[in-house]
């Protein structure tokens, strides 16, 4: 079983930046390809970026690619989501999730594990 629990959101100001936490519980961490997806008010959920179980490859959508960074440290468990030249459109509530082995799935019934949420809001 693995458990994840997003931190970090809040509220800022368009142009700004905002670093979401994803921490898992469970010592196999390291096999799980984590992504990150957003659901906004009345939208489906989307995805927004991945990384695979090393940290080696990462993949972005187009909306968030040059502006959102992620990357991980399985010594501590946890994957990041910094979100530079932050926009409106990127209100939503974002979601980590793990899938065993695999990265960047994107098909939202096939992940293994789902966190909770964090709300961010991006002001005009």
């Known amino acids: 079983q693995v458990q994840l629990v997003e931190s970090g959101g809040g509220l800022v100001q368009a142009g700004g930046s905002l670093r979401l936490s994803c921490a898992a519980s469970g010592r196999t961490f390291s096999s799980y390809g984590m992504d990150w997806f957003r659901q906004a008010p009345g939208k489906e959920r989307e995805f927004v970026g991945a990384i695979n179980w090393s940290g080696s490859r990462t993949y972005y959508a187009d909306s968030v690619k040059g502006r959102f960074t992620i990357s991980r440290d399985n010594a501590k468990n946890t994957v990041y989501l910094q979100m530079n030249s932050l926009k409106p459109e990127d209100t939503a509530t974002y979601y980590c999730?793990?899938?065993?082995?695999?990265?960047?799935?994107?098909?939202?019934?096939?992940?293994?594990?789902w966190g909770q949420g964090t709300q961010v809001t991006v002001s005009s």
């Open positions: 999730a793990a899938k065993y082995w695999k990265v960047a799935t994107i098909r939202i019934d096939e992940y293994d594990y």
